[in-house]
């Protein structure tokens, strides 16, 4: 029997072009797969015969594992390429290796890459469905999904829920990701930061500014936490990280300026003692673990439903 279709297209390069239905029917699929990653048999065999790329160009604990698990959990043969192994420490370019990869015949390819539109590049020169597991300062589309989740989970709706993103948002593509959908979902979106680490167009993209993070916390029911991300700076953005903890790290005391059942998440890696103190991290408003099991989740969700478009592509 044909399973409903969930995503109108072939690829998910990003958050921008997804309506609020299939946003919702992402996160409901996701939640039928929590429920099967608790279970001690976490198979199906929904990708059998479907064959997943991982391609990481950078850095990455969180994102590649828990794509590795979703494939395997939903039967998928999955192959994590190691880029420091392959030919692209020859000089090989990033479309000849996705050109040689695509030759294999995979169905599914997750690409993290340093530049922004990495992945929609790819997506028009192979001819399998592309996942954006991070693309430079762009997009970061499973994470902002997997935020999503852990938030209806906690407040039980997305609408009206006020979420204060913190810290280095300049640079980070979760921030853009998470302030995209959130906003789309009704959520009530602050960002809020030192003035080098806002974007440029920060009062154009239809968020709350707030340049204190007492202001920016209060009454809060979110308080997501970012860290600063050097890897991106091209200069001086801080005069130094013990500088930037006591005017912006978030501690039990500046918590408590949020509502009272406010949650801490934390996209990870933590910086512990510049962004976030270890009695928030591990503290009991923290759902910073929640949001890894959601994302091997959300991941699922992901890969099904674009394994569904390749079923109706199959069969037209
Ligand atoms: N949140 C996130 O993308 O983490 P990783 O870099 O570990 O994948």
């Known amino acids: 029997m044909e399973r409903p279709a969930i995503l109108n297209s072939r690829h998910l390069l990003g958050v921008a072009g997804l309506s609020i239905a299939e946003i919702t029917a992402l996160m409901d699929l996701a939640e039928e797969y929590v429920a099967l990653s608790r279970q001690r048999e976490k198979k199906t065999n929904l990708l059998r ?27 998928a043969d999955v192959m994590n390429m190691s880029v420091k192994g392959s030919s692209v420490s020859k000089g090989e370019t990033l479309l000849d290796t996705a050109v040689t990869l ?25 001819s ?40 280095d948002i300049r640079h980070s593509r979760v ?39 007492e202001e920016g916390l209060r009454g809060a029911d979110v308080v997501m936490m970012l860290r600063l991300q050097r890897e991106r700076m091209d ?35 933590m910086n512990r003692g510049v962004e976030i103190d270890s009695s928030v991290a591990d503290g009991p408003r923290s759902v910073i673990r929640e949001q890894v099991e959601m994302g091997v989740a959300v991941r699922m969700a992901v890969l099904d439903a674009l394994a569904r478009n390749l079923e109706r592509e199959a069969a037209a």
């Open 49 to 75: 015969g479907r064959t997943q790329i991982n391609l990481f160009f950078e850095p990455s604990t969180r994102t590649q594992s828990s794509f590795e698990l979703a494939g395997k959990r939903l039967g």
């Open 102 to 126: 695509n030759a294999m015949n995979p169905d599914l390819l997750v690409i993290r890459h340093q530049h922004s539109g990495a992945a929609e590049l790819l997506a028009q020169k192979v």
């Open 128 to 167: 399998c469905a592309v996942i954006n597991a991070g693309d430079g300062w762009h997009e970061h589309p499973t994470q902002a999904l997997l935020d999503a989740l852990t938030i209806r989970r906690h407040k039980g709706k997305l609408e009206n829920v006020v979420v204060a993103i913190c810290g």
């Open 175 to 213: 921030a853009r990701s998470n302030i995209i959908l959130l906003s789309r979902m009704g959520a009530r979106v602050r960002i809020v930061g030192p003035g080098p680490l806002l974007p440029p167009s920060a009062e154009r993209l239809g968020v709350e500014v707030f340049h204190s993070l």
């Open 235 to 269: 200069g001086a953005f801080i005069p130094s990280e013990r500088e930037y903890y006591r005017f912006w790290g978030l501690n039990e005391e500046r918590l408590r300026l949020a509502k009272e059942d406010a949650i801490v998440m934390h996209p990870g890696p």
